[in-house]
């Protein structure tokens, strides 16, 4: 298959008539080769963030200084505080999470800390579960710019701020309202990296196709035999999971599921993975960890991902109907028993023809995952029944 290159443009007026782009607008919209202003502004933010140094967040009303709770040790803790003094510091949440501490919003929350808490308490107040909120908080109806900067970044959804100070000024500062555009900027900055031929042991002729976007993604189109791109592709979008794909993780269905989609691809003559890294929902693969330890708890998959504050599922599939639009693919039959990637990438521009049901075999470690993906989460997932049966009469023997 012949890979078309440029196609920016198209993929950018396309995005706007579905009003997947925001417009170029004010400062955001400045832009040079080097990306806009708005993009540089967040990437320097999400440096900080990920290496857990402070950084500036201005508001219309406000410039406040934040720091990241993940990792968040005493140490740093009273570090922040001495950096931010005489001001009280703050906790910004997000509804998911003000909700499971019992507070009604829709938007988020911010939490006045007392001067003596510390990291192991600020630690339970944003994603433990029974955590009790004790403290004077002020809700807002819309969602926190600062939450979705720590996501970007894979943190856990909530940071300390304060009030900026001239004493900060050396710190990056990033508009708030460039959050929000941000993952538009990613999506539009994909572009083919490297590829080559990679046979795979169920399906010889294969090529990796690597993409890699602004922020240094690479997800990966796996092409298997040749498609014909002038009817509807077979095709998996598969989010990343190390414990499955990788390492065979009998707590989930990924590794069967991603082994399946190649054969059946294969067996139909062609068409294409999309290996996308949105690892854990998107919530990350630390995050997924955490999620993990709240199930072993009792949890289930659902609960757990919205008990660390995050939705139940983080993901978006603009960046794989831009994949498929940079290879050619406008129609699709899709490999997935999960609704809302069926909906998003037809929202994203992309023809999704038939739903093609990918059913992985059901064991004792992964049959209460795959009951809340059913009943909580909508999968489609009707053979369960009789394989739930099944693996009640012989739990390890369901292959
Ligand atoms: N947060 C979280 N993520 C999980 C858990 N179990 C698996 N995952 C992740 O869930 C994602 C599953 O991705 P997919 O198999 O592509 O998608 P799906 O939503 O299951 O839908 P299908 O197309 O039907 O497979 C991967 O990113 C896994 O890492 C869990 O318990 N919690
Ligand atoms: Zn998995």
Redesign the pocket.
Known sequence: MKAKTAVGSQWASLGQRRGWFPMQNGNGGASSLFGSKAAIEVERALTEVRAGRPMRMVSRTTTETVLSVDGLDDARLREFAALCTPSPLKLVISATRAQALGVDTDGSATITLSSTINASQIHTLVAEQGARLTLPVVVSSEPSAIVALMKLAQKLPAALVAPASSKHDTLPALNADEVATYKYELVESLAIAGEARVPLANAQLTRFVVFRDAAGNNPVAVVIGNPDTTTAVPVR?????LT?DVFGSR??D?GD?LQLAISRIEATGGGVVLYMP????G?GLVN?MH??EL?DDGLD?VD??TMLGFEDDERDYGGAARMLEILGISHVDLM???PT?LRGLADAGITVGCRMP?EAPVNSDNRR?LTA?AKRAG?QLDYLVNALHATQRAPERVR
Not at 278 to 281: K, T
């Open positions: 979008i598969h989010s990343s999971c499955g707590r989930c990924c599921q949105q690892e854990g929902r919530l997924k999620a993990y199930q998959t757990a991902n997935t028993n999960n990637k990918i995952y993906k999968h």
